[in-house]
């Protein structure tokens, strides 16, 4: 039996700050609410560092191109939660200006997988609440929140 490499894949973990203290960048797929509260992820492209691969997928999931990386946190390796298909997620943490201040929704240009996919995004204070789908809260205990490290 043939085991083929796990899929690359980067996470990204987008804090703001707010008077009130940190907020995690978060969404929902408008056209699939069954896959779950979510941050943005997606595979890195030939040559990508994960950090520019995360600095792509939040632009290209959320619309926010000012995100700037600020640490890797962590490997995970876990099948994908549908096909089983093996996985290794780099987790990376960014920051962002305060904008935008509500939730927005955004549509993914192009014609790729994604393409025309609807994400309603929004910023959630931590810790958070819930859990997030696919365990992607995992290494949420490692996140850099000292704003004088971050910003």
């Known amino acids: 039996m043939t085991v083929s490499p796990p899929r690359l894949r980067v996470a990204a973990y987008v804090i703001r700050w707010r008077a009130a203290g940190p907020e995690l960048l978060v969404f929902d797929h408008v056209d699939f609410p069954e896959a779950g509260t979510q941050v943005p992820a997606g595979g890195l492209e030939p040559g990508e560092t994960p950090a520019d691969a995360a600095v792509r997928e939040v632009a290209e999931e959320t619309g926010l191109t000012a995100a700037r990386p ?52 929004r910023f959630i204070p931590l810790p958070l609440a819930a859990r997030l789908a696919d365990q992607q809260d995992e290494f949420l205990d490692r996140l850099h929140l000292d704003r004088n490290l971050t910003a």
């Open 70 to 121: 600020v640490a890797e946190l962590g490997v995970s390796d876990h099948p994908h939660p549908v096909t089983g298909q093996p996985r290794r997620t780099t987790y990376i943490q960014l920051d962002v200006p305060d904008r935008p201040v509500g939730p927005w929704t955004h549509r993914v240009a192009g014609d790729g997988k994604d393409g025309g996919l609807r994400f309603a995004c």
